[in-house]
């Protein structure tokens, strides 16, 4: 059974800082290509960031480019997103992935910029 748990969200300053994970578990993580997407109120779901499998290969959305870094970790299963200089427009909740086959989403985690 594929499981996708996201974590690490919470409610942060503009220009602050967050850390997401993401823990995989039903699939072979480390052949995957990960991907993160977000879901603001009101909108559809969007993508936010990919990874290769080794994590050679790396490309993000236009909003989150020179902001957010995705990285891995397949001793762990694990994939992240690290995202800097937060902006009230990245309030959203985020989920996890992989890019095909698609598994069901997880609950995500909510991501709140706010002063």
């Known amino acids: 059974q594929v499981q996708l748990v996201e974590s690490g969200g919470g409610l942060v300053q503009p220009g602050g800082s967050l850390r997401l994970s993401c823990a995989a578990s039903?699939?072979?993580?480390?052949?995957?290509?990960m991907s993160w997407y977000r879901q603001a109120p009101g909108k559809e779901r969007e993508f936010v960031a990919l990874?290769?499998?080794?994590?050679?290969?790396?490309n993000y959305s236009d909003s989150a480019k020179g902001r957010f870094i995705i990285s891995r970790d397949n001793a762990k299963n694990t994939v992240y997103l690290q995202m800097n200089s937060l902006k009230p427009e990245d309030t959203a909740v985020y989920y996890c992935?992989?890019?095909?086959?698609?598994?069901?989403w997880g609950q995500g985690t909510q991501v709140t910029v706010s002063s």
């Open positions: 992935n992989a890019i095909s086959p698609r598994y069901s």
């Open positions: 039903g699939f072979t993580f480390s052949t995957a290509v």
């Open positions: 990874i290769t499998r080794a994590g050679a290969g790396i």
